[in-house]
T-cell receptor, first 114, second 113 residues
Framework: GAGVSQSPSNKVTEKGKDVELRCDPISGHTALYWYRQSLGQGLEFLIYFQGNSAPDKSGLPSDRFSAERTGGSVSTLTIQRTQQEDSAVYLC????????????FGPGTRLTVL | AQSVTQLDSQVPVFEEAPVELRCNYSSSVSVYLFWYVQYPNQGLQLLLKYLSGSTLVKGINGFEAEFNKSQTSFHLRKPSVHISDTAEYFCAVGYTGFQKLVFGTGTRLLVSP
């Protein structure tokens, strides 16, 4: 079956511009997670959704970052007024429930801010 | 604070040799442990997981890991590596009461002929 998909796969933008990153989770998965992977770093948690609500936004680095999920499916991560330090690979994952089971990861979106 | 430590950023090894990738985590009453692998230009794939039960966990591609509560460790092992095992390996921990996974910084396994 289809896995987690993310678009675009690569995004190059200029400092100060807004960007939107999209995640399509596996059908039927209620939990959705966003992580950021910077060069030489591990994965940094950003936010997770249970259905359309986001109980934990603690990982969002600043108020320039926001995310939403509609219809319990697709999620969009928005970064406003991008900065060079936002350059990273943004990974989305989904899991069937909020129990401690495997998170299935998408291929990521590589964001480069010039 | 919740943290995961992978002390080795890079592990070079010859083909068919054994390998151990180390992972230690900050102590907690109850944890759930995972190893993920990331091949070049690909997403993360689950190798194995420990949720409860036997402390020796077997995963895909011949990998296994052992949960050691007293040492707060979850080291990954393989008795004989292949060239195709060259990849980045991430240890991740889930802490009871928190839905997110806390990841280590990764260990790059380099297998040479």
């Amino acid at each position: 079956g289809a896995g987690v998909s993310q678009s675009p796969s690569n995004k190059v933008t200029e400092k100060g511009k807004d960007v939107e990153l999209r995640c399509d989770p596996i059908s039927g998965h209620t939990a959705l997670y966003w992580y950021r992977q910077s060069l030489g770093q591990g994965l940094e948690f950003l936010i997770y959704f249970q259905g359309n609500s986001a109980p934990d936004k603690s990982g969002l680095p600043s108020d320039r970052f926001s995310a939403e999920r509609t219809g319990g499916s697709v999620s969009t991560l928005t970064i406003q007024r991008t900065q060079q330090e936002d350059s990273a690979v943004y990974l989305c994952a989904s899991s069937p429930t909020l129990s401690y089971n495997e998170q299935f990861f998408g291929p990521g979106t590589r964001l480069t801010v010039l | 604070a919740q943290s995961v430590t992978q002390l080795d950023s890079q592990v070079p090894v010859f083909e068919e040799a054994p390998v151990e990738l180390r992972c230690n985590y900050s102590s907690s009453v109850s944890v759930y442990l995972f190893w993920y692998v990331q091949y070049p230009n690909q997403g993360l794939q689950l190798l194995l997981k420990y949720l409860s039960g036997s402390t020796l966990v077997k995963g895909i591609n011949g990998f296994e890991a052992e949960f050691n509560k007293s040492q707060t460790s979850f080291h990954l092992r393989k008795p004989s590596v292949h060239i195709s095992d060259t990849a980045e390996y991430f240890c991740a921990v889930g802490y009871t009461g928190f839905q997110k996974l806390v990841f280590g910084t990764g260990t790059r396994l380099l297998v040479s002929p």
